[in-house]
């Protein structure tokens, strides 16, 4: 595996090998794509394309593709920056900055998911942590939501990292 990130942990250019592959990859599997989000960035330059105008072609009418990287070009070869368009049927939303634009939505969707993770760690006015609880330790292995190495949100317990945060483990000892 190619390494595309530098010593500072920003993205370095891709190849032109690379980019070939992924636009091979995207122009494969456009023809069943509801919606692609594009977000390819490297720091201080224009975005790569990695959805050619031949992907979009093969793109089922309807389909969506959100271009976040609009505002340095686009990832996709047909973005029109600073604007929503339609071509072969499918529609490129190219809104510069558009993080920026959902900002308050996403810090109030942030604290809703927040406010509804502690409460439900409360009961009767008391702090109470349940090793059962998969949100808190993580989905057991016979759970399609098991992720092998990784707990939930509780790292440590006792002063001890808890026994299914096995990658941080590693990392920390």
């Given at each position: ?125 008391e702090l109470v942590l ?31 990292i808890h026994e299914k ?9």
């Amino acid at each position: 595996m190619d390494d595309f990130e530098d010593e500072s942990g920003y993205a370095k250019p891709l190849t032109p090998e690379f980019i070939q592959k992924v636009n091979d990859t995207v122009c494969e599997v456009a023809k069943d794509a509801d919606v692609i989000v594009t977000t390819a960035r490297i720091f201080g330059r224009p975005a790569p394309i990695t959805v050619p105008k031949d992907a979009v072609a093969l793109f089922k009418d309807g389909a969506v593709i959100v271009d976040m990287n609009a505002d340095v070009g686009g990832n996709c070869e047909l973005t029109q920056p600073g604007e929503v368009v339609v071509e072969h049927g499918v529609t490129i939303v190219g809104i510069e900055n558009l993080p920026g634009t959902i900002a308050s939505t996403a810090s109030m969707l942030y604290s809703n998911n927040l406010t509804n993770f502690v409460s439900s760690l409360i009961q009767d006015g008391e702090l109470v942590l349940s090793m059962d609880d998969d949100v808190l330790v993580g989905a057991p292995e016979s759970s399609d939501f098991h992720v092998p190495g990784m707990g939930g949100v509780l790292v440590c317990s006792d002063g001890q990292i808890h026994e299914k945060q096995s990658r941080l483990a590693e990392v920390v000892n």
